[in-house]
């Protein structure tokens, strides 16, 4: 049996293998206890607290037998007054933890700026309370499009409403990947992210779900550098690739221009390098198939399709990819499939849906231009270049 320190030192490594790079909070919740640490992983190269992990006896299932035992042979007012002392004392603790994991400068700088720490979750607890947040939003008009919980994100206010939480959980007549015993632990889970955010200072502003643990830190801990640094969708990908991937990538990159002068006008730096290389390695997957299938196929591929298992990925990451994908094919779909691209489409901007289905495009000539996906760089048929127009369509006169 691991230490509680080491145990959240190698789960820190099993979150990060599933990233390219990361910088936050990182907790686990598990049973019996949760522990917390800082994590900045990047080019392969990972670095948490030296003290490891800090950990506490507040796991979901111990804590939820704790808030039982409080209110057991109590009247309403005096188990009231139990629980805001316990509150009071786990608030305490995770306050002297910040202090006692020493987080970097750095990144108490970037939670000053941006209002808040990221904060990456591991644990089935936490993992319960993100299915439950999954539920939240494929339950409105505008039902969310993944059902992934690795890769999911919420912002500050939605991962704090606990009152919202728990009524769902109370309610809800059956819950995606929420057991029975899951639902009973909430209240406790609750109860430990009140503590939590009134203990960190600057606050929360995403948290983010995860799935790697103790098993993967394992694994990932025995990797050189420069295979952890290597990006897991671009590695999925990599098995698909056509023979010319690289004169295929690069002519993917020559298609959208440098910034403009000033700065004012710029590809979106949220469509990453490592997502365009992906685009590159997998654009000719669904080729065989025929044309009333090949976008609809191609659009559901990273959510419940070949790159669905892919860990490590953003929900915004497999949309830009999804629509990406859907419109090297021109984007032809039936009439119940274009519910789905539209969800796909808001949880993105519009820039960027813009920009996925530009580059979808360049995707279908490239496509048309090499059939078999090798290039003959020694007589190409096609130099791309582009640059920025705020006239076009306009009458000069």
Wanted: aromatic residues 10%; contains cysteine.
């Amino acid at each position: 049996m691991l230490p509680k320190e080491d145990e959240g030192r190698i789960g820190s490594l099993g979150v990060a293998s599933g990233f390219s790079d990361i910088r936050g909070l990182m907790m686990d919740l598990g049973g019996g206890s949760t522990q917390i640490t800082w994590i900045i992983s990047q080019g392969g190269n990972v670095r948490i607290s030296d003290k490891g992990s800090i950990s506490f006896p507040y796991g979901a299932a111990a804590l939820t037998k704790t808030l039982e035992d409080l209110k057991r042979g109590k009247s309403k007012q005096e188990a009231e007054k139990a629980r805001e002392k316990l509150r009071q004392e786990m608030t305490m603790k995770f306050e002297d933890a910040y202090k006692r994991l020493r987080i970097p400068d750095s990144l108490v700088a970037e939670a000053k700026t941006n209002g808040g720490f990221p904060l990456y979750l591991s644990g089935g607890g936490f993992r319960g309370w993100g299915y439950l947040l999954l539920y939240m939003s494929q339950t409105g008009e505008k039902p969310h499009p993944i059902s992934i919980i690795n890769g999911y994100t919420v912002g500050k206010e939605r991962f704090e409403n606990t009152k919202a939480m728990e009524e769902v959980a109370r309610t809800a007549h059956s819950v995606f990947r929420v057991s029975d015993r899951r639902r009973k632990q909430v209240p406790a889970v609750a109860f430990l992210i009140n503590a939590l955010s009134n203990a960190i200072p600057h606050g929360i502003r995403l948290a983010h779900f995860c799935q790697g643990g103790v098993r993967e830190g394992l694994l990932f801990r025995e990797l050189e550098p420069s295979i952890r640094a290597q990006d897991p969708l671009e590695v999925t990908t990599q098995r698909f690739a056509p023979e010319s991937v690289e004169a295929l990538y690069n002519l993917l990159m020559f298609s959208f221009p440098e910034p403009s002068q000033g700065g004012t006008r710029r590809f979106p730096e949220s469509i990453s390098n490592h997502v365009i290389r992906a685009f590159a390695n997998i654009m000719y997957v669904h080729t065989i198939m025929d044309k009333e299938l090949a976008s609809t196929a191609a659009m559901y591929s990273t959510s419940t399709g070949l790159l669905a298992f892919t860990r490590g990925v953003s929900h915004e990451d497999r949309a830009r990819l999804a629509l990406m994908l859907e419109s090297r094919y021109m984007g032809e779909l039936p009439p119940r499939e274009t519910k789905f691209k539209e969800a796909l489409q808001s949880i993105l901007t519009p820039e960027e849906v813009w920009w996925a289905a530009y580059l979808g495009r360049v995707g279908y000539l490239l496509g048309r231009l090499y059939p078999s996906g090798k290039v003959d760089e020694s007589k190409p048929r096609i130099v791309l270049s582009s640059e920025w127009a705020w006239d076009l369509g306009q009458d000069e006169t």
